[in-house]
């Protein structure tokens, strides 16, 4: 549309109905990975959830974290109303604690924090990435559900709030949960 601009080049080359990729873009991904140093390989669509919503979870226990929002369910109306979090799926920090499991996203946060390391340290191409490196406030929910907390938690109350709370009366000298 030369009102916006566009030129019409894009991914797709259009003709009529029909659309295929365009080889130019297939050249220039082929440029790339070779510069990169990086090899194709199959990716699941589990991988693709998690390596897109993993981090945006991480982020969202570091913001609770920082004290830049009170509750889990604050981070989950700012992405579902700011964003466009699906809201059948409750938010992300729900969507961790209820549909996913925190060990799990713990636990596959540490295998993708690892692959990135080890990519940016044995390649100049890659810069230093810190977005899948576990939060403190994920860890501690996780030891926290393995030491048995949510079972004490009050039904309705999510595990991050309890451990956010619990922490926040340890720092002021309390311990009680």
Do not use: W
């Given at each position: 549309?030369p009102?916006?601009?566009?030129?019409?080049?894009g991914?797709?080359i259009?003709?009529?109905?029909d659309?295929?990729?365009?080889p130019?873009?297939?050249?220039k991904?082929?440029?790339?990975?070779?510069?990169?140093?990086?090899?194709a390989?199959?990716?699941?669509?589990e991988?693709?959830?998690?390596?897109?919503?993993?981090?945006?979870?991480?982020?969202g226990?570091?913001?609770?974290e920082?004290?830049?929002?009170?509750?889990s369910?604050?981070?989950d109306?700012v992405y579902?109303f700011?964003?466009?979090?699906p809201p059948?799926?409750?938010?992300?920090?729900?969507f961790?604690?209820?549909?996913?499991?925190?060990?799990?996203?713990?636990?596959?946060?540490?295998?993708?924090?690892?692959?990135?390391?080890?990519?940016y340290?044995?390649?100049?191409?890659?810069?230093?990435?810190?977005?899948?490196?576990?939060?403190?406030?994920l860890?501690?929910c996780?030891?926290?559900?393995?030491?048995g907390?949510?079972?004490?938690?009050?039904?309705?109350?999510?595990?991050v709030?309890a451990?956010?709370?619990?922490?926040?009366?340890?720092?002021?000298?309390?311990s009680k949960l």
């Open positions: 549309d009102k916006i601009g566009a030129t019409g080049r991914i797709f259009h003709k009529g109905r659309k295929m990729v365009d130019e873009v297939v050249a991904i082929a440029e790339i990975r070779q510069a990169k140093g990086h090899k390989r199959q990716v699941t669509d991988e693709i959830v998690e390596r897109l919503f993993f981090p945006l979870i991480n982020e226990f570091r913001i609770l920082e004290g830049f929002a009170q509750r369910s604050d981070v109306i579902i700011g964003y466009g979090f059948a799926k409750g938010g992300p920090m729900f961790a604690e209820n549909y996913v499991g925190l060990p799990k996203v713990l636990e596959r946060l540490k295998v993708y924090a690892a692959e990135a390391k080890e990519r340290t044995t390649n100049k191409h890659y810069l230093p990435v810190d977005y899948f490196e576990p939060s403190q406030l860890i501690d996780v030891q926290a559900e393995q030491a907390m949510k079972a004490q938690v009050p039904a309705g109350v999510p595990l709030d451990v956010l709370d619990f922490k926040k009366k340890q720092a002021k000298g309390g």
